[in-house]
């Protein structure tokens, strides 16, 4: 029997993969085909090259699974740099979408239609667990850390990126760019939906830390990305300007390791 709380993950899921499958249609196929074209995993919104972060770690040879890798363009470049990748996604569309663009760039790689939080994958199979923004805003963070804990080996790694709870604080509930102003008490952002958008997960960092903990993780680094000099304000994007990510960090990329 499907209690009351298994029965709102049911329902937050249904909700979440109606909104990724609308996205996929409106807006990701052009950024991520010219995300397939880049020779280097860059980060975030503004493309903190990963040469400058050294957050993946070894990862020639290595088995990555990347949870919600959306039209999969890291997992093709961590194929390109000798890894061995697993795409994970919520979206059919988006899984379809990866499927194209393997075929345009003449790439192949497993693609498993899943949550990050129910992943039908062996236990202990990979040396790395990487997601770009998928898994921690739109999953519950006890419940996704703890099946990437289940699929790395002893001592494996996670990479993981998220808005900055301070990004959140700061947005508008109608929408549009965070402003200077705090506009909303930090624990509402543990579960919120925004209007017209998802069911979204940002805990603060004594959170992330305690969730880390709790499925077995040790915290090698938090990286705060900025937008550097120069960047400019991507398109279709309404949570922060260049200029806002000048000052205050827009991402967190979280590194920890199995321990």
Known sequence: MTNQFDGRIALDVRHNRGIWSEFSTRFERPEAE???GRSEVRWGLFGVPEGELHALGQIAGADVVELACGMGHLCAQLGRLGARPVGVDLSAEQ????????GHFGESF???????EEVPLR?????????????????????WLAEAARLLRPCG???FLTNSVLAGLCVPD?????????????????DVEWPGGGIEHHPGHGDWVRELRRAGFVVEALH???APEGAVTPEN????TAGWARNWPAEDLWVAQLS
Request: proline share 8%.
């Open 34 to 36: 010219q995300r397939w």
């Open 95 to 102: 899984l379809d979408g990866a499927a194209e663009l393997q």
């Open 110 to 116: 497993p693609l498993v239609e899943a949550s990050a």
């Open 123 to 143: 236990s202990s199979s990979f040396d790395v667990v990487v997601s770009e923004y998928g898994a921690a805003p739109w999953c519950r963070p006890g419940r």
């Open 157 to 159: 790694r996670l990479v």
């Open 174 to 190: 109608e929408g549009g760019h965070a402003g200077t102003e705090l506009l909303r008490p930090q624990p509402v952002l543990r």
């Open 224 to 226: 705060e990305l900025y």
């Open 237 to 240: 994007y309404e949570v922060v």
